[in-house]
């Protein structure tokens, strides 16, 4: 059914769905929480902790007064409920001055923090006594949103999505909520029926049924990517593009102002080897970030362009390709080498698109530098020999199938800092050979890493801009966009404001996140680099690739909701130059477990090591605990955590 169709979604709502990629029922109900908030009993005023979340029952006490600091309007008032009074502030929000009205009882529910010696909210939800009473005790669904779209509303359409599709009936092929797995399977394995698991992972029953939910829901989408992947066939060819060694690799390497490491020694001969043999390559190169990936898949380009073949680069996220076309433009100069690079991003559009295909077709470009645009129909290649992705663990079955599309059966070279064992490795990335850069270039200060509370706040602002007046940049990372979602975790637009209005004037802030467009995450991207802004406050969109070495603090807020391979990923944008950079893991929700992982991070920087250690402590039974990483190839499973699963999904797919 078209989105459409659900009462209350007209063509106004129904584009703004379709920015989070939601066009019709399916769609929508295939869209799942990102977490859960639990909705905790009202408590009163005097019981307040700082830094937690909590609702109060209170009546307004005074009348709302709105005042302007810098660009920010604060707009605030005091509310009392017998125990204590508090203080209550909305940023940005002056015309909400006309629903607030004095002598009103309402529930406001927060995250409460320290203003003088009061306790005060910033920008909490308002409920009417009987709405907030439905609500206690349960978990809701938090939603991934879009502006002018909100969480709640998204909760809302699903459930009239959901009621309408079981009213036409979970049986009949083609709904929504008809299962496909074979019964076989579902009996075996014990999981939960399609149309009930959906029906959990939106508006749970509790705990137990959550669970069970979602275990079904990852087990479908390991067996059906395992299905997709298996429906490609075999990796394994002879090679149709034999090479021999070049002059201009050797020349390359003795050249560069660094000697290759051992083990970039080992991969590149691996490589080399691969190139030249008989069979078709198929080589998955595993390194942590910083160990120097990079300059391997720039020799086997150059080995792969000095043999006349056409060579394709293709990177995650463009501004990560902007930067590989940079450094190879600098290299070909610097070093005269014969690359002919082409970037060619979505961005590229017109005339100048027109053009870039063209030498792709003619074979004048022999170096394609990308997005996954470099498998677009349109884009026709000339000899296309080698081709090598990087950050591996974003693309998945996706690199595969639009490979596969292109035909030719180029080599692969397939790049990934996230490392798994090498069974789970051919299972999601088919069948191929590993090899592995273990130790870091020498010569590196290593980062000096703190785990802190809140309480320590204060002290990191002192020394983020003792940073800046040295002439250096700070990255603050927050783990969601707006304070619409999760009321007790930091939010990129309040933070920056809460910023602004702490940090001396001359401090330069940006603001960087996933639903900006993606001309304006280059801009500010592009400023960030050329040390127009100081402070970027971003979500987690700057994980991925970015190199700005004059960046030395990593700060990170609520370092508690990230998988520690993601930490130690973000903590990778800093310690990239001779000079000494710092990470601070900011716990808003301070416990011994936080705790005690987060120090991991702090005993090791080896992400294999750091890995393997957050899947030890977290053990099976974290099913809602963290993600590894936000945007890995699945939605809700997690290879770091559902192993079982993933193997059982494995068996079940191969015997079809
Ligand atoms: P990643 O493996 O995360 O992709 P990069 O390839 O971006 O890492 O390398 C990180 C930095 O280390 C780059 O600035 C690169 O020039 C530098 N580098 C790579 N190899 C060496 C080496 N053997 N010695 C010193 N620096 C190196
Ligand atoms: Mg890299």
Same mark, same amino acid.
């Given at each position: 059914m078209n989105i459409t169709s659900i009462k209350g979604i007209g063509d106004k709502t129904a584009a703004l769905f379709e920015k989070l990629d939601i066009r019709d029922t399916a769609d929508l109900l295939r869209f799942f929480p990102s977490e859960y908030d639990l909705f905790g009993p009202v408590t009163t005023i005097d019981q307040l902790k700082c830094g937690e979340v909590a609702a109060v029952e209170v009546v307004i006490i005074s009348a709302p007064v709105v005042r302007h600091i810098r660009h920010l309007s604060i707009l605030s008032f005091n509310v009392s409920d017998g125990h204590g009074e508090m203080n209550i502030i909305y940023f940005n929000a002056p015309y909400l001055r006309n629903s607030i009205k004095k002598g009103e009882r309402c529930i406001f529910r927060g995250k409460v923090m320290m203003r003088g010696n009061r306790f005060s909210f910033n920008n909490p939800r308002k409920y009417k006594t009987e709405e907030y009473d439905k609500l206690a005790g349960t978990k809701q669904p938090i939603y991934h949103t879009t502006k002018g779209l909100s969480s709640s509303a998204i909760q809302k359409s699903v459930r009239k999505a959901y009621e309408a599709e079981l009213y036409i009936g979970v049986n009949t092929p083609g709904s929504p909520l008809y299962d496909t797995l074979p019964e076989e399977i579902i009996t075996k394995r014990d999981l939960m029926p399609y149309y009930e698991a959906i029906s959990n992972i939106h508006m749970p029953v509790d705990d137990e049924h959550l669970i069970r939910a979602r275990n079904r829901l990852a087990y479908q989408e390991f067996y059906e990517y395992i299905l997709r992947m298996s429906r490609l066939g075999t990796y394994s060819r002879p090679n149709s593009y034999p090479m021999i060694e070049v002059a201009d690799t050797l020349r390359l390497t003795e050249a560069l102002p660094y000697r290759l490491t051992e083990d970039q020694t080992a991969v590149w001969a691996d490589v080399r080897r691969d190139l030249s043999s008989d069979k078709r390559m198929v080589r998955l190169l595993q390194g942590d970030v910083g160990s120097g990936k990079t300059v391997v898949a720039v020799l086997s380009l150059l080995m792969c362009v000095c043999n006349g073949y056409q060579g394709a680069f293709m990177a995650p996220t463009e501004v990560l390709a902007a930067q590989h076309y940079d450094t190879i433009v600098r290299l070909s100069d610097d070093y005269g080498l014969p690359f002919k690079p082409v970037l060619l991003t979505g961005q590229v559009k017109g005339k100048a698109r027109n053009l870039i295909l063209e030498e792709i077709r003619s074979g004048e470009a022999n170096l394609i530098i990308g997005?996954?645009?470099?498998?677009? @129909?349109k884009v026709e290649y000339c000899k296309l020999a080698l081709v090598v992705t990087d950050e591996q663990h974003r693309f998945g079955v996706l690199q595969r199938e639009a490979l596969a599309q292109k035909g030719g059966e180029p080599a692969v070279l397939i790049m990934s800092a996230t490392p798994i064992p090498r069974t789970l490795a051919m299972i999601l990335y088919g069948d191929l050979e590993v090899s592995t850069i273990h130790t870091m270039p020498a010569g590196r200060l290593p980062i000096r890493n703190c785990v802190v509370d809140t309480t320590y706040r204060p002290t990191a602002y002192k020394f983020i801009t003792e940073q800046v007046e040295m002439g250096h940049q700070v990255y603050i990372i927050c783990p969601?966009?707006?304070?619409? @979602?999760?009321?007790?975790v930091e939010n990129v637009s309040d933070y920056s404001k809460e910023l602004e209005a702490s940090l001396p004037e001359k401090i330069r802030i940006g603001v960087l996140h996933g639903q900006m467009s993606a001309t304006m995450k280059d801009k500010v991207m592009g400023e960030f680099a050329a040390g127009n802004i100081d402070v970027l406050v971003s979500?987690?969109?700057?994980?991925?690739?970015?190199?700005?070495?004059?960046?030395?603090v990593m700060y990170v807020e609520n370092a508690e909701r990230f998988g520690l391979a993601q930490l130690h990923q973000l903590r990778g944008r800093v310690g990239r130059s001779d000079v000494q950079s710092f990470c601070i893991f900011m716990m808003n929700n301070v416990s011994d477990r936080a705790k005690e992982r987060l120090d991991i991070l702090v005993s090791s920087n080896d992400g294999f090591e750091i890995a393997a250690e957050d899947m030890r402590l977290r053990g099976p039974g974290d099913i809602f605990g963290i993600r590894q990483s936000g945007d890995v190839i699945f939605n809700i499973g997690d290879i770091y955590q559902d192993s079982e699963l993933i193997m059982w999904a494995k068996e079940d797919a191969s015997k079809i």
């Open positions: 997005t996954h645009a470099l498998f677009q @129909e969601q966009i707006d304070s619409g @979602e999760l009321p007790g979500t987690t969109v700057v994980e991925v690739g970015v190199n700005v070495p004059n960046a030395t």
